[in-house]
């Protein structure tokens, strides 16, 4: 039997991530067990992180997809998995798209022209998938411009075009239903007998769509999903539920106590603007005890942490010093002493930017 460690290197300094990878494996094992295609492991929320990329392949993936090609560039040179840009290509980075990308989602012709020839002067075959906007008006071709898209790409030299594919959930806040989903099984149909092409993947959507499939509502020509959150946090943030085969504990951010006293609840004094801007409220309460910790908006989303130990509330926090009531908690609060939290997906996606915090890894 393998005895799990910390990888202790850097294990005295805060703030930190604390990432507990093999639930990261049985995430993305879990959820493969249960879709009947293919999984692509969103590694975007941990910048690319490869320990963590790592696991999702013991869990079975074998693309990876990211938005960012800085982060698919280090993924490239240090694993060997199929890998997807998720944003489309800037005009300014085609160069690097057709180098490290096997696979990139797309909407535009000029960059798709673009490609092309970049993968044609590299002597490479690029591969897209063409992003169909349903709904949330976020990235995608119009359905009822798909046919004549895919009529001028189609002769594009040194690209293989793979299918269709669809994003919902992210700007608009739109939810993936069977109708919106099936869409996209429509318009592969009519491209292929319309302009007799071969696509071979429908890919449906991510972690939000995850509830179609655990609904039996995903349509079954659906064969391929694209999941971060669901693999990293085991949350749906925009349907906000825990996902009940999955684990919620990959992650857990510590940041250390630099100040514990008792404090008036209301500050004292002439009201102008917070840090950033907005105008702070506060009830007066009576004294309180109070803790600093050394972490803030430069390091995570200090709001949207939620507290390991019972009753500690988080007031407020700033770029640098986050704020929270501790009145209610007996032992162990002390300058030195550290408190823990959970993440959401924008305090992960913060943390793994920040160069202040620490990551720690239980291997
Ligand atoms: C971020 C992203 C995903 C993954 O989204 P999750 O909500 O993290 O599962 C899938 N596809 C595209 C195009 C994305 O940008």
């Not at 189609?154 to 959930?169: A, C, D, F, M, Q």
């Not at 509830?211 to 064969?223: C, F, H, Q």
């Not at 910790?293 to 430069?298: M, P």
């Amino acid at each position: 039997m393998k005895i799990r460690g910390l990888d202790k290197s850097k294990s005295n300094k805060y703030p930190r991530i604390k990432i507990d990878t093999d639930i990261i494996k049985s995430n993305t094992d879990n959820i493969i067990s249960k879709f009947d295609g293919e999984l692509v492991g969103v590694t975007k929320g941990v910048c690319g992180d490869i320990e963590i990329a790592k696991k999702m392949i013991e869990g079975g993936i074998t693309t990876l997809g990211d938005s960012r090609i800085e982060n698919i560039k280090k993924l490239k040179e240090n694993l060997d998995v199929n890998l997807m840009l998720l944003r489309t290509p800037m005009l300014s980075e085609i160069k690097e798209v057709v180098k490290y990308a096997d696979i990139s989602l797309n909407t535009e012709f000029e960059v798709l022209k673009s490609i092309s020839k970049e993968a044609v002067k590299q002597k490479v075959q690029h591969k897209t998938i063409i992003m169909v906007d349903v709904g949330d008006r976020r990235e995608g071709v119009m359905p009822e411009n798909v046919i004549p898209f895919f009529e001028k790409i189609k002769n594009l030299k040194n690209l293989r075009i793979l299918g269709i594919g669809t994003n919902v959930g992210c700007f608009g806040g739109i939810l993936p239903t069977f109708e919106n989903t099936n869409l996209l099984v429509d318009l592969t149909k009519k491209v292929q007998i319309k302009l007799d092409l071969d696509l071979s993947v429908i890919s449906g959507g991510s972690t939000v769509t995850l509830k179609l499939m655990e609904n039996n509502k995903l349509p079954k020509e659906i064969n391929q999903l694209r999941i971060g959150e669901g693999i990293l946090l085991g949350t749906s943030v925009s349907q906000n539920r825990e996902i009940p085969y999955l684990n919620q504990n990959a992650f857990e951010i510590e940041a250390e106590i630099i100040e514990f006293k008792e404090k008036p609840s209301k500050p004292k004094g002439k009201v102008g603007h917070d840090a950033f801007g907005g105008e702070p409220k506060f009830n007066d309460k009576g004294r309180k005890k109070r803790a600093i910790l050394a972490i803030g908006k430069q390091d995570t989303s200090p709001m949207s942490l939620r507290p390991l130990r019972n009753n500690v509330k988080i007031l407020g926090a700033s770029s640098d010093h986050t704020i929270v009531d501790v009145n209610e908690v007996n032992e162990d609060i002390k300058v030195g002493n550290t408190l823990s939290f959970r993440p959401d997906y924008s305090g992960l996606l913060k943390s793994f930017t920040s160069k202040y915090v620490f990551k720690e890894y239980l291997l």
